[in-house]
């Protein structure tokens, strides 16, 4: 049953990389690599490790997506600021 | 073309060259000797109910202040990179205030998250979490600021302050155990107490804590600076 | 738990493949994030032991009978280093990142290569 | 003594405190960390003096306890206090070198830097696996951030890729620890090494390959290291010397100490790794152009050498001492080398190496770079040299022959842009530049300059022992460099002074030939000395070498191991380099002669290395009980081929010409007459251990010998004829001599040796002479075209009458010295049975006379040209040694006796004596010879057919000139009257086809093949940071292929 | 030295002068000789006498400095010298010079001698042509030198020794004893290389009379050269001495001298009537091929 579930979860992740890694849209991206560390996080809980997990949540796919998103919030930033010139 | 044929080869290649690695490794099924022993003495030893926790605080104690560091480390990376110098102007956000509901029911959870990250770390001897999870909510609550009002500064001076002083009390931490008790980030020098209660393990709750107000406080100023703050 | 291990290294070559294929920066970070990822899962499930629970003591794990109950803590411990680690560069990168667009208003990688030879 | 944990608890209690402290003043918080980092150094430094000079052993510290493998463990050794103290100083340094950047940076790069100088403490010290990792880590990011100090595109660009490159190896790191983890039980290094059984599984070989592929990565190896180079080539100038310096030494401690994991036969895979990263660092380095990327290939292959040496000293099991000493050293001379010049290039501020031509203003810091690059050579006394010796020595004795070929070929190539830089900076006509040297800037380079020379000093007296005997030469440079700003004149008199003490107090242990050789090396010298007070004002630096090298010549003869030897030689060989390098259009020459010397001096130690049961040496000689095996073939036939080298001889001359004729002209003089006789008289050792050993096959190796002897004086001889100018006329002429030389002693017989000795003292009296004359005249005439002098008879009366005794003493025409040269040879070689080689020599000596005739003929006879109507005579410092000279030559002209009985003793105890003197008669076996009757019959008959001639013709008128029958017309421009230029052209018709420039071809040849191949080498660092993330990959790919992964 | 010194001096005196004369003649011959084949009638053969005393008559006005005074005496005390270490007549006291200086090799160095001389002082004359004719007579010198060297060689193997006396005592007793037949092949050599030395047609470049007008003694006159018309004479004589010496099995009486020497210098002369002359690069080319080929052999034959 858990392995199922695994299997399952590993298909979305191996999904969920293969979009972040083609997707035009750096955001769709950056959501997806996000979504990977969330899937990633549950399988830890699985794995009997809920540190990890926690720390997966909350650094891997929360802060390292808000990262990311400001990265690029500055670049769309610094876009405008050449148009605006 | 060539090169990306290449890249496929080299990938191809490469998965053969792990197949070992996925292959040949035996999974077990019982503790080995060190980690028995790591459950074995962080009962006994220290007290500490959270065995990760034993581990990450004290056994492996050097990494963990090593981790810190690093963080500490990718704070004045990111800074010296992103943050603008003092009086360097930045162009005035045109971007649109965040909604009222959201101001407000920021300024409301700022303080619970707050309070949720330091209960995190408190426990991290107990429960799953510890420092570093207790460090990300605390910045989270920080960042709930930031989204919902763009114009926020933060006051930079508390930030240090706290930056600095939980920095510097885990290194004397470590250093009272040093003296002593005769060894680097040896926990012991506080009352082992008894296993599985809140003022338990030595001085491991005191050393989380510091590392979480250490890593929430790093991460903070992350964000800040990726938002462009300044110096 | 051989699928796991299997899926880490798969996101491994995911990652690397976009940092050898893709031109623009970020999803050669993102790439380089997705490694990590596809670590930390070989990682913790080297320290997984079918059928035993978390390396925390409760009412079912006593300090009895932790020995026999616990996964590995040693590889939680690690990766929790790891990942830690892993934002700071990822941070970092980001930083390059946004610096290099700053000058070059540019985010792929075959325009920064004046230096060579 | 301070527990080592300190260090750490400084370094991270000062920086998390660092925004604090820099709230009160950047100058406080500057401060602390100058004070921090100092010191950390000073408790390494104490660790150190613990282990070096007390019988202290390693300590382990434990951390949080408990005892390892449960908590992580540090350990402080010898290797670790070294290390630690070296990076902490080198970062203290640093942080001075960047004290205004820090200044007016932000906070942040001040705490960057404390934690990439902590990253690599941790590194060093840790014991524990992940720990390593962790510092690994906190190193590589703390110099991610650093990188984009002082911000600009072209540093953003290679920070970046250095991350990406950087990051995947990390990753791999990560991967091994974990699967190394699962497989042993432990991340304790030591544990893990004593389990290390379990690599021989194929899942524990890829743990411990991909764990060491990811240092070794990290250590920048050939091809996999585009990025590291960027680094090096943009980052400012304080940072890039810790990124190549610290971190480098971190992370190849990081190496050595895992390096255990590796299976012995796997080792020499390791040292392939840094075998091909030296060559080809060094390869592509020679079309480097850009100062700091140059610099940048240099360290790269400096670490490929430390690993290449680290596996070999493990892999032969080199006894740990030894080994340490060995590593360290060439570790310590990269290290200091390294850093001093990044510093300098930072003053700089130069990109193009050419430009840097504007060092050539600041002495001082000319003398320092030049010292670092001498460093990085490996030239004696400094670090490098030492190592390089001892490692030769063990290659040798294992026999690992391709390690020795491929090790000094490497280091030849390094040694070749090096000193091409240094060449070029020397001789650039650069203008000069205005040149900002703050003192925050120069204090950390003269700080390590000395740190360098100090060790220099201590290596050779603590660990070789050496006496003040074979030290004698640098101090003797040492003094003169102290008395520097004295005029010329009165540095001469105490460079003869010096060279007087020191002959004395060499004298006792001097006996046989070693005498002879003190003759020509020191008392030729001092003579010619006199030659050098001709030079004007101060001459900053010609003396202090000069000694320099009068002295390792000295020490030659004196020698008592084949180590002083080579020390001697190599002494020798740079000073002669910086001496050659004065000239002014010397760049190019100056570097085919240290190249040329080099690869001799390579070869020389391989030999030496090959016969190390030997003390090569005049004094080793007779210490041990000699027999056969001592001497291998291989040796004999390196240690010769070092010699002919020297000597200039056919094949290996395409050095000499220009070193000898584009260097000062009295230094020429020295280099000809002195110096060139070095070679000879190694090559008297090498052969008197062949004579004492009796080796298989000598006959046809002294054969063969000969036949180099005789074809270089041919060729030397033949060339000399074609030259337009007069000191490359002598540099052949020079060549020819030497070939003489050769031939006689190769004869192995007691008339070749006393003729080759003969020759020898002869060629010192009359090259002096000639060279001194000349020297005279270009100073007088300016220019060194001979068609440009002519009829200067009448002005030069004095050097004519040198030049003249000279040449006939040179070609061999009797009544003169000369002659007894002449048949001495011919006596010996057809005594010997080698008629062809005689046959050969009286040719090449009829074609010396060609030579001879056409240097005096276009100098002083002939039309003088209208612009040297008012050269005076050569200045008397100048004439007086010629006539000493000319003093000895008529002595042993009309005495031969005089020379050749002593040499003849000297000779006796080698070989049976087959001459022997009736009166002044000397009698071989074939022939004999009266030198004294001979003089007496020739002057008689010339003096009364002079006064013959006076007597019967009277008065005469001496006409100007152009009063010649010419045709009914009088030719009135000198120029076109001198027959001078090309004036053997019909000789070039006839045997032209064997001065064509075939030997110079075949070198152009190697040398354009190698640039081209170093060309398209480096084509591979296209710029593009996914291409090297590629590399990484297919290096490791390849690499696992290749070690044999299963 | 049993001789007392003085009259070891004056027996070398009276040898000289005996020399001189019959070398003078020698040349007066030849040139007699050449008239005849060139159908002239000729001067008398003792023209050279009358040409020396002639020139020293005639007054010497000119120097052009002190190496150019000098030069003459250089070339014929090189001629004189030459002469004197050659033992002339095996066994006469008188005739056998101050041979005890040395050997064969002193005697091919000191040719050396009076060349240098002679360049010299040809060349403080300042004159182009002087130069030239240095040049090319050093050039070819070297060219010939090497098949006469490579023969000398040859016969120090054959009677392994350099002593010129040694070498005539054992060519003693029968014509065929002479190394001229005992080693023709060094003996051809040898002579091919005389008339070099002798510098007659072909290899007579170096005088070229209608190019450079005399050559290298261009710019002398009067007492210089007539010094050095009688070193002609008298260093001509002591080559085909040596020669004589060497390959034909010396002389024990004067006639035998005269006769040899007049055979041997008739070879040269023959020679040299019948072939024009060579440039300069030929002649070191064929020098060097040659003669050179053929001593080679000689060598080559003995060493088997």
Redesign the interface.
């Given at each position: 049953m858990i392995t199922v579930f695994i299997i399952i979860l590993g298909i979305i992740m191996i999904l969920a990389a293969i979009i972040a890694v083609m997707s035009k849209n750096l955001l769709t991206a950056i959501i997806s690599s996000g979504v990977i560390s969330l899937l990633a996080s549950i399988i830890y809980l699985i794995l009997s490790a809920p540190d990890v997990a926690m720390t997966e949540a909350a650094i891997g796919s929360g802060l390292t997506t808000i990262v990311f998103l400001y990265a690029l919030s500055r670049i769309k930033k610094i876009n405008k600021e050449i148009d605006d010139d | 073309m060539i090169k990306r044929l290449l890249i496929i080869v080299v990938i191809i290649l490469l998965i053969v060259i792990f197949l070992p690695f996925m292959k040949n490794v035996i999974l077990k099924d019982s503790l080995n000797e060190l980690s028995s022993g790591y459950v074995e003495k962080s009962v006994s030893d220290l007290k500490t109910a959270n065995i990760v926790t034993a581990v990450v605080v004290t056994f492996r104690g050097l990494d963990t202040l090593g981790e810190v560091t690093v963080l500490f480390i990718a704070t004045a990376g990111v800074g010296l990179l992103l943050k603008r110098k003092k009086g360097e102007k930045s162009k005035k956000s045109d971007k649109r205030p965040a909604s009222e509901i959201l101001q407000t029911g920021a300024s409301f959870l700022f303080p619970l998250t707050i309070l949720f990250g330091v209960y995190i770390f408190l426990h991290g001897h107990l429960t799953p979490g510890g420092g570093f999870q207790g460090g990300v909510i605390i910045a989270s609550a920080f960042l709930l600021l930031l989204l919902s009002n763009i114009n926020f500064q933060f006051n930079h001076t508390v930030l240090h302050w706290v930056e600095s002083l939980s920095g510097a009390f885990y290194v004397l931490l470590g250093l009272l155990g040093l003296i002593l008790l005769g060894s680097f980030l040896n926990p012991k020098f506080l009352p082992l107490g008894t296993l599985g209660t809140l003022f338990s393990a030595g001085a491991v709750p005191l050393i989380y804590s510091f590392i979480g107000l250490k890593v929430g406080s790093e991460l903070s100023n992350i964000l800040d600076s990726m938002r462009g703050a300044e110096e | 738990?051989?699928?796991?291990?299997?899926?880490g290294?798969?996101?491994?070559?995911?990652?690397?493949?976009?940092?050898?294929?893709?031109?623009?920066?970020?999803?050669?970070?993102?790439?380089?994030?997705?490694?990590?990822?596809g670590?930390?899962?070989?990682?913790?499930?080297?320290?997984?032991?079918?059928?035993?629970?978390?390396?925390?003591?409760?009412k079912l794990v006593t300090?009895a009978n932790?020995?026999?109950k616990?996964?590995?803590?040693?590889?939680?411990?690690?990766?929790?280093?790891?990942?830690?680690?892993?934002?700071?560069?990822?941070?970092?990168?980001?930083?390059?990142?946004?610096?290099?667009?700053?000058?070059?208003?540019s985010?792929s990688?075959?325009d920064?290569?004046?230096?060579?030879? | 003594m301070v527990n080592p944990i300190m260090i750490f608890i400084l370094f991270l209690g000062t920086a998390f405190l660092f925004a604090l402290f820099d709230k009160i003043h950047r100058k406080f918080s500057f401060a602390i960390l100058q004070l921090v980092l100092l010191i950390n150094t000073f408790i390494a430094g104490q660790w150190l003096y613990k282990f070096v000079f007390t019988s202290q052993t390693p300590v382990m510290i434990f951390t949080a306890g408990f005892k390892p493998p449960f908590s992580i463990n540090l350990r402080m050794g010898l290797e670790e206090a070294f290390i630690l103290f070296a990076v902490n100083f080198v970062g203290l340094l640093s942080a001075l070198y960047l004290s205004k950047s820090f200044k007016h940076s932000k906070v942040y790069p001040l705490v960057l830097y404390l934690m990439m100088i902590m990253g690599v403490n941790g590194i060093v010290m840790t014991r524990d696996l992940f720990n390593l990792f962790v510092f690994l880590e906190i190193s590589s990011i703390s110099t991610y951030a650093l990188i984009a100090l002082k911000e600009n595109e072209q540093r953003l660009a290679s920070g970046f890729k250095y991350m990406i490159a950087s990051g995947l190896a990390s990753v791999f790191f990560l991967l091994g620890t974990i699967f190394i983890y699962h497989i042993t039980g432990t991340l304790n290094i030591d544990q893990i090494i004593t389990h290390k059984s379990f690599v021989i599984t194929s899942l524990g070989f890829l743990s411990v390959f991909t764990l060491m592929m990811s240092l070794i990565i990290e250590l920048k190896p050939f091809p996999a290291n585009g990025w590291a180079l960027d680094v090096y080539q943009t980052t400012t100038s304080g940072v890039v010397s810790i990124i190549a310096v610290a971190n480098s030494a971190g992370v190849f401690y990081a190496f050595y100490k895992l390096l255990p994991l590796i299976p012995h036969n796997q080792l020499l895979f390791i040292a392939g790794i840094g075998i091909v990263s030296f060559l080809f660092s060094n390869l592509i380095a020679i079309k480097q152009t850009d100062s700091r990327r140059l610099l940048g290939y240099s360290s790269i292959a400096q670490i490929g050498l430390l690993i290449t040496v680290t596996a070999l000293t493990r892999y032969l099991h080199v006894k740990s001492s030894t080994s340490l000493f060995i590593i360290s050293s060439i570790f310590l001379s990269n290290f200091i080398a390294k850093a001093g010049l990044f510093w300098i290039a930072g003053i700089i501020k130069k990109t193009h190496i050419k430009e840097w031509a504007i060092l050539r203003f600041k002495p001082g810091l000319l003398i320092i770079f030049g010292v670092f690059i001498f460093a990085l050579v490996g030239i004696p006394p400094f670090p490098n040299f030492w190592a390089k010796w001892d490692l030769i020595r063990f290659l040798a004795l294992s026999k690992l022959h391709i390690w020795i070929i491929l090790i000094l070929l490497g280091s030849l190539l390094e040694a070749f842009y090096l000193f091409r830089w240094f060449g070029s900076i020397v001789r650039s006509e650069q203008n000069e530049e205005q040149l900002l040297q703050p003192a925050y800037k120069t204090v950390p380079i003269i700080i390590f300059f000395l740190l360098l020379i100090i060790i220099s000093i201590g290596i050779p007296i603590h660990i070789y022992q050496f006496d003040i005997l074979p030290l004698l030469p640098i101090v003797g440079l040492l003094i003169l460099s102290i008395f520097d700003f004295l005029p010329s004149k009165l540095k001469a008199i105490i460079s003869m002074i010096i060279i007087a003490g020191y002959t004395l107090y060499i004298y006792p242990v001097l006996s046989g030939v070693s005498l002879v050789f003190a003759f020509i090396f020191l008392a030729g010298s001092f003579i010619q000395l006199i030659a050098t007070m001709s030079r004007k004002g101060t001459d900053k630096g010609f003396f202090p070498l000069l000694v320099g090298m009068i002295l390792s010549m000295g020490s030659l003869l004196v020698a008592r191991s084949s180590l002083e030897f080579f020390f001697a030689w190599e002494l020798m060989t740079i000073t002669a380099y910086m001496l050659v390098l004065r000239g002014r259009k010397a760049e190019k020459p100056a570097l085919l002669f240290i190249l040329f010397s080099l690869a001799g001096a390579y070869l020389l130690l391989s030999g030496l290395s090959y016969a190390h049961v030997i003390n090569f040496s005049l004094v080793g000689l007779g210490t041990i009980p000699i027999s056969a095996h001592m001497l291998p073939i291989t040796a004999f036939i390196l240690i010769v081929v070092a010699f002919l080298i020297k000597v200039g001889a056919v094949g290996f001359h395409i050095w000499l010409p220009g070193s000898y004729a584009e260097a000062e002209d009295d230094t020429t003089s020295f280099m000809s007459s002195i110096l060139s006789k070095t070679g000879i008289f190694g090559m008297l050792i090498l052969l008197l251990f062949l004579l004492k050993m009796n080796m298989h096959h000598s006959a046809l190796f002294t054969s063969m010998l000969g036949w180099i002897g005789i074809f270089t004086v041919f060729f030397g001889s033949l060339m000399a004829i074609f030259q337009e100018d007069v000191k490359y006329l002598l540099a052949y002429s020079s060549m020819g001599q030497l070939g003489y030389i050769v031939l006689c002693m190769a004869a192995m017989s007691h008339l070749g040796w006393v003729s080759g000795l003969y020759l020898a003292v002869n060629h010192l009296f009359f090259k002096a002479m000639i060279l001194l004359a000349v020297a005279g005249v270009i100073s007088r005439v300016g220019t060194r075209n001979m068609y440009e002098m002519g009829g200067l008879i009448k002005k030069m009366p004095y050097s004519f009458i040198s030049v003249l005794i000279g040449i006939i003493a040179l070609s061999g025409v009797p009544p003169l010295s000369g002659f007894g040269a002449k048949w001495l040879i011919y006596t010996a070689l057809l005594e010997k049975g080698w008629y062809f080689r005689a046959g050969l020599s009286f040719f090449a000596s009829a074609i010396a006379f060609l030579y001879l005739f056409r240097l005096i003929h276009t100098i002083f006879l002939g039309q003088p040209k209208p612009q040297h109507q008012n050269v005076k005579e050569a200045s008397p410092f100048f004439l007086i040694p010629q006539f000493l000279f000319i003093f000895a030559i008529m002595a042993i002209s009309m005495f031969p006796n005089l020379i050749i009985k002593p040499l003849s003793t000297f000779i006796n105890p080698y070989f049976a004596s087959t001459i022997q003197w009736q009166g002044n008669t000397l009698y071989s076996s074939l022939g004999y010879w009266n030198g004294n009757l001979v003089m007496y019959v020739t002057m008689g008959v010339f003096m009364l057919l002079l006064i013959w001639l006076i007597i019967s013709i009277g008065r005469v008128q001496k006409v100007k000139q152009f009063n010649i029958v010419f045709a009914a017309e009088r030719p009135f421009k000198p120029t076109t009257t001198h027959f001078a230029h090309n004036f053997y052209a019909h000789y070039k018709r006839a045997l032209g086809t064997f001065v064509r420039p075939v030997t110079t071809g075949f070198w152009n040849g190697v040398g354009e093949w190698i640039s081209s191949a170093a060309g398209s080498i480096r084509q591979i660092y296209s710029g593009n940071g996914q291409t090297y993330v590629l590399y990484i990959l297919l290096y490791f790919i390849v690499l696992y292929f290749i070690m044999g992964g299963k | 030295m049993d001789t007392p010194l003085v009259l070891k001096i004056l027996y070398s005196l009276i040898s000289l002068a005996v020399i001189t004369i019959w070398g003078l003649s020698l040349g007066g011959i030849v040139r007699k000789i050449y008239a005849r084949v060139q159908g002239r009638i000729g001067p008398p053969f003792w023209q050279p006498f009358i040409d020396i005393i002639k020139t020293y008559g005639k007054r010497t006005a000119v120097t052009h400095g002190i190496m150019f005074f000098l030069g003459p005496v250089f070339r014929i005390a090189g001629g004189i010298g030459t002469y004197l270490f050659i033992p002339a007549i095996l066994g006469s006291t008188i005739f056998s010079n101050f041979s005890v200086s040395g050997d064969v090799l002193l005697v091919m160095y000191f040719i050396f001698f009076g060349q240098l001389g002679m360049a010299l002082g040809a060349g403080e004359s300042g004159h182009p042509y002087s130069a030239i004719g240095v040049a090319r007579g050093l050039a070819q010198m070297t060219a010939f030198e090497v098949p006469f060297a490579l023969s000398i060689i040859a016969i120090v193997i054959q009677y392994h020794t350099l002593n010129i006396t040694t070498i005539v005592l054992a060519q003693q007793g029968s014509i065929l004893n002479w190394t001229l037949f005992t080693n023709p092949l060094a003996t051809i050599a040898a002579l091919i290389a005389l008339l070099g030395m002798n510098m007659h047609n072909p290899f007579s470049v170096v005088l070229a009379p209608q190019e450079i007008p005399i050559g290298p003694p261009t710019e002398f006159h009067g007492s210089y050269l007539a010094l050095m018309q009688t070193n002609r004479g008298i260093f001509n004589a002591a080559k085909l001495v040596l020669y004589m010496n060497l390959f034909f099995g010396g002389a024990t009486n004067i006639f035998a001298l005269i006769i040899k020497t007049f055979s041997i210098y008739m070879i040269s002369v023959v020679v040299g009537v019948s072939f024009p002359r060579f440039r300069t690069d030929q002649s070191i080319k064929f020098f060097l091929f040659v003669p050179t080929l053929i001593a080679l052999l000689a060598i080559i034959i003995l060493v088997l």
């Open positions: - | - | 738990m051989r699928y796991t291990l299997i899926l290294f798969i996101l491994f070559m995911i990652g690397l493949w976009a940092m050898l294929t893709r031109k623009n920066l970020f999803k050669i970070v993102i790439g380089f994030s997705i490694i990590d990822t670590v930390h899962l070989i990682i913790v499930t080297i320290g997984y032991l079918s059928g035993k629970t978390a390396p925390i003591l409760d300090p932790a020995v026999q616990v996964v590995d803590p040693i590889p939680s411990a690690l990766v929790l280093t790891a990942i830690v680690i892993g934002l700071a560069v990822t941070a970092l990168m980001l930083s390059y990142v946004v610096r290099l667009y700053k000058r070059r208003k985010l990688i075959e920064y290569r004046e230096l060579k030879w | - | -």
